[in-house]
Structure formats: C-alpha cells, structure tokens
C-alpha cells in the first residue's frame, strides 16, 4: 500500500459516523439542496453506515445523492430505510416522493407528499411540492386547492400568489381570478416587472388595454421594456 492509501486507511480507521457524515456534508450545495459531488458523497455515507447502520439522516442524504445519479429505485430503498428510522421527519417523504414520480409512479408519490402534510400540516413545503406533481400530471384545479393552502400558510409570500395567478391564467384560462392574484402580489412587492407583464398580459386577453398599457408602461418605467415595445408596434399603446 502506497503513502497515499495508507493516510486513506488511516482516515477510514479514525472516523466516527458521524465523521464520515460531516465529511460527505462538506460537499453539500446549500443553495440547490443537494451535493456538489454525489458520487463522492455516496463513498463517504456508505462509510457513515457501515459504522451506524441506524443512522437515519445517512440513509436520506444517500437517497438524494443516488437520485442527483438517477437511480431513483436505490433513492426510494435509502428514503424508505430513513423513514423506518425516524417516521416523523417530513423531508424523507417528500425527497422519496420525487423519486416515485421520476420512477412513473405517480400515487404513492402524491401520498408520500400527503403524509408529509398530515405529519407538519404548516409546512408549506409539502403542499408545494404536491402542487407540483399535480401540475406536471395537468390537474390544475388540484393545483389551484393546493395554492389556496399555502396561502392560508402563508399570506405573505408574493410567489406564491404569483404561482396560482399564473396556473389561473395559463392552464385555466380564468384571467379574472389570475388579475386578483396578481393584484396582491403588487400590493406586497409593488417594483416586481413581471408582476405588472403578467398582469398585462391577462388585461390584454379581456381587452382591457388601457389597464394593459399601464401595466407594461409601469414595467418599463422598473426596467423592462419589451412588452411595451411590442404593444406599441401592434398598436395598443401609444
């Protein structure tokens, strides 16, 4: 064995599972929620349970690399092993959920993210994630029920609003519902240009082009001028 796989044996023998843990977690990416290199990370959690095959969180942080790999069949065994574990943490659900639908099975998805509510029934997480599938699988009044919770969660959240604004407008072609949406948003963050664009556009489709106008000209006026432009040349707005 050479210098460099002696230091390795060494750190093998040296590490406690929650080391190898810690050290797989060194390469997590906060900001996308998942690991820079997952197929190193899955070297040091299989290290993390051959030493504590009652690590439950090894179990969840390998599901999610083995499906950052697309091998969602060995995501669903690792999420299904964590959720033996610890039944009550929600984000086990909702991580095997995704597996499920990349895998085509489309209910157990939807109960996973559904137990998931029933364990934390304020945790908008679920509900987002459900509304999601509802939205891929095209079932947008369930898309619609799912944003009516999330707001009651959270009434603050302009995205939200926005999100059941545009289901509204584009998959359900209720454009006076999607104005209502979109007029909240505002109200919450009055300098969003895609606020005022996607607010327009719905005026466009009732008709309404002096509402239209206003709104493509409030988003020119925050830096987006492109809508307006167009109104123009088409000859809606002056």
């Known amino acids: 064995m050479g210098i460099i796989g002696k230091l390795f044996q060494k750190d093998v023998d040296e590490l406690s599972d929650a080391g190898w843990f810690l050290k797989a977690h060194s390469l997590w990416n906060h900001e996308k929620g998942n690991f820079y290199k997952p197929q190193k990370a899955l070297k040091y959690l299989d290290q993390a349970i051959k030493l504590n095959p009652n690590k439950g969180e090894a179990y969840g942080s390998r599901g999610i690399a083995y499906f950052q790999l697309g091998n969602y069949h060995l995501s669903v065994e690792n999420h299904t092993q964590a959720i033996k574990i610890d039944p009550e943490y929600i984000m086990n659900y909702i991580n095997r959920a ?141």
């Not at 009434?155 to 519902?177: E, I, T």
């Not at 005026?203 to 309404?208: A, F, Q, S, V």
């Not at 006026?221 to 167009?230: T, V, W």
Request: aromatic residues 12%; negative net charge.
């Open 98 to 238: 995704h597996a499920y639908f990349q895998l085509g099975m489309y209910e157990k998805a939807i109960e996973d993210t559904t137990q998931a509510t029933e364990l934390d029934p304020n945790a908008t997480v679920s509900y987002t994630v459900r509304a999601g599938f509802y939205s891929q699988l095209e079932k947008h009044d369930l898309v619609i029920k799912e944003y009516d919770q999330i707001i009651r969660l959270d009434p603050s959240n302009v995205a939200y609003y926005y999100a059941r604004g545009w289901n509204y407008a584009v998959k359900l072609d209720d454009h006076q519902k999607a104005i209502e949406d979109y007029n909240q948003a505002i109200r919450l963050e009055p300098n969003q240009t895609l606020l005022y664009i996607a607010r327009g556009k719905s005026y466009l489709i009732l008709k309404d082009f002096v509402r239209m106008c206003r709104d493509y000209k409030k988003a020119c006026d925050l830096g987006d001028c492109e809508s307006l432009q167009m109104a123009k040349k088409q000859g809606y707005c002056l």
